[in-house]
């Protein structure tokens, strides 16, 4: 790091953000990537707001804007430099998340499919996956549960067409 990082803020609460510890720890570690680094606010000489971050923040900008999935492999959209970056700077293609998202994406289709294939069964097929999947006990549908944006970006049609 060649700038002495935001130690005044250490105790703002704005500044606090929730993620996992490999995210932040093995990849992200001290790193805040800025459009125009000269941008960069040091203690009593420049205003933070003036800072232009290259980081998607999920508190003020919804994800969705600059990245999605293909099956269980998250991507760029749009050619988007927020979303190359955070994928890279937060690990976000690291191989463990993509087994914990294709092992999801696979139920679910497999699901989708026996609704699909089997339309006899499929009131409790329909039931299973609201049960296991859309429910509050499971939240694999909740917007702040980890695998909500790659179940979003690949079933949403799905889910409109089932009336779940």
Not at 76 to 102: Q, V
Not at 103 to 108: A, N, P, S
Request: aromatic residues 14%; glycine residues 2%; charged residues 25%.
């Amino acid at each position: 790091m060649n700038y002495p990082g935001y130690f005044w803020l250490a105790n703002d609460w704005d500044n606090f953000m929730f993620s996992c510890q490999i995210c932040n720890q093995r990849f992200k570690q001290n790193y805040f990537p800025l459009k125009n680094p000269m941008e960069r606010a040091v203690f009593n000489n420049r205003n933070i707001k003036n800072e232009k971050a290259l980081l998607i923040n999920p508190t003020t900008e919804d994800p969705e804007n600059y990245i999605t999935f293909r099956k269980a492999f998250i991507k760029t959209k749009n050619k988007s430099t927020k979303g190359t970056i955070s994928i890279k700077l937060f690990g976000l293609k690291r191989h463990e998340l993509w087994e914990k998202r294709n092992t999801i994406y696979k139920l679910i289709s497999t699901l989708i499919n026996s609704i699909k294939k089997n339309p006899n069964n499929s009131e409790a097929i329909k039931k299973l996956l609201k049960d296991e999947y859309f429910n509050s006990k499971n939240e694999y549908f909740n917007s702040k549960n980890e695998y909500f944006g790659m179940i979003k970006a690949n079933f949403k049609n799905h889910l409109k067409n089932l009336k779940l």
